[in-house]
């Protein structure tokens, strides 16, 4: 492949996912011409139209198409398209055709790159970290997996010296990244349909820890078995980068970060301990990038955390709603307990879509423990993404049900999901998980009277 530099055009394939548009968007931030095909508009298209990228939402070869040439266009697409007719013509007229993690890595492959992996918590810390570099006054471009509620966007250009990326773990992308620096948060299993076991899981992420050539650029949660030498961090425990003494006063968290013989007090408005893990995580990145305390007090006081990463409003009506990307047991036992944290004597309702067939019946028995923990329960259908129904017989919502021992819970459509909400009795409204629950939640705030 020819220097990507060189290509004026750049057509996206699955363009309105989170991690094919924040990088639409640097090579639009870049003057290239920018267009895509994406199956159904979302916000995310939405907002990329409005900022001038062309896209199509017919799988047809249309006019635009035919007057692309393969000697200025690259051609991006995502795992998650299946065969296309407008890949099919790229392909027949021998365009260059790359997946986005091998786009992004040529990227990161020219920057400083700052790259932070993990099973969970990756994008948090990453946006996190974009904040703080942004407050810091940094070169940056950053690539996240969620919508960073101070920049409105999952992309921000203040230059092109440093690129600051969500690594990916699905399909072994990360791998083909050129991390200089990177956080390690989590390495728990997920995505068994790819990985097979944990220990496949794990030894991808001792694969990328590898790439990064400075232990002292390298920050893993301590206890995460990482081969290659690193500096580790943690909460409440000794490491070479931990934060003690949380406490809580009123909506705000704060602890005493500690490194070496430095101890630095912090506050902000982002609930749990695994967040405050996630901030010990991106402080020490960046106080080694040179980033001053004041500095990073100041970013971490105006953080305003991700889209559908614990948003939480006071409705109208009375009601607290929160919605949550979780998916894994692990994420949403940190929610659950983040919400019970908050609000002990409240009556949590929990409205789950389990996402992927293959993830419920991986960790069935977790997702059975944790959902347990709410008043009542609400779980709608498996939302399939890539996978089919027929692949994984007797693998449903009404099964995972079976399985959890609570006494007020019930299956229902993401149709009948609203109406459902308006029969309960609750005082707290959980909405979570990663597949289309997400249109819940403007019908929500309109039933609840609008944010109070």
């Avoid at 506050?267 to 106080?287: D, Q, R």
Wanted: hydrophobic residues 40%; aromatic residues 10%.
């Amino acid at each position: 492949m020819q220097n990507i530099n060189t290509y004026q055009n750049f057509y996206f394939v699955g363009i309105g996912g989170i991690g094919m548009s924040a990088l639409a968007r640097y090579f639009k931030s870049l003057g290239k011409r920018v267009s895509g095909y994406d199956k159904t508009p979302t916000k995310l298209t939405d907002a990329l139209v409005s900022e001038g990228v062309s896209i199509s939402f017919q799988d047809e070869v249309s006019a635009d198409i035919k007057a692309l040439h393969p000697e200025d266009t690259l051609v991006i697409y995502t795992p998650a398209i299946k065969k296309l007719k407008i890949l099919e013509h790229f392909e027949q007229q021998n365009f260059t055709i790359v997946k986005r993690a091998k786009a992004l890595g040529i990227v990161t492959k020219h920057t400083e790159c700052l790259a932070i992996a993990g099973t969970h918590g990756k994008t948090t810390t990453s946006t996190l970290v974009a904040h703080l570099s942004n407050v810091a006054g940094l070169p940056f471009s950053c690539f996240l997996g969620g919508i960073s509620e101070n920049f409105k966007s999952n992309f921000l250009y203040k230059g092109s010296e440093i690129s600051i990326v969500e690594a990916d773990e699905y399909d072994r992308s990360f791998l083909s990244l050129s991390p200089d620096w990177a956080i390690i948060t989590s390495i728990d299993a997920d995505h068994l349909d790819i990985y097979g076991d944990k220990n496949h899981i794990e030894d991808s992420f001792r694969d990328f820890a590898a790439l990064v050539k400075d232990e002292k650029k390298l920050f893993v949660r301590k206890g995460a078995d990482i081969k290659a030498p690193h500096l580790t961090y943690a909460v409440n425990e000794k490491a070479d980068f931990y934060s003690d003494n949380l406490r809580v006063e009123g909506e705000k968290t704060l602890f005493t970060f500690h490194s070496n013989e430095d101890k630095v007090e912090f506050s902000w408005e982002i609930p749990g301990i695994h967040n405050v893990e996630n901030a010990t995580a991106a402080i020490a990145l960046l106080h080694s990038l040179g980033a001053t305390y004041e500095q990073l007090q100041s970013g971490i006081s105006s953080f305003k955390g991700i889209k559908r990463r614990y948003t939480k409003h006071k409705l109208a009506n009375g009601k607290i709603y929160i919605d949550d990307y979780a998916h894994h047991p692990t994420e949403l036992s940190a929610v659950i307990s983040s919400v019970r944290a908050f609000s002990p004597d409240k009556k949590l309702l929990i409205v789950f879509q389990p996402h992927l067939f293959s993830r419920t019946r991986d960790f069935a028995d977790g997702f059975a423990e944790v959902l347990a923990k709410g008043d009542d329960l609400l779980l709608l259908d498996i939302y399939p993404a890539r996978e089919l129904q027929e692949d994984f017989e007797g693998i449903t919502s009404r099964w995972l049900l079976d399985k959890i021992n609570t006494e007020n819970k019930e299956v229902c459509t993401l149709n009948q999901t609203l109406s459902k909400i308006k029969q309960r009795d609750f005082d707290v409204l959980l909405t979570v998980g990663a597949g289309n629950i997400d249109t819940l939640y403007d019908p929500i705030i309109k039933w609840g009277g609008g944010i109070d």
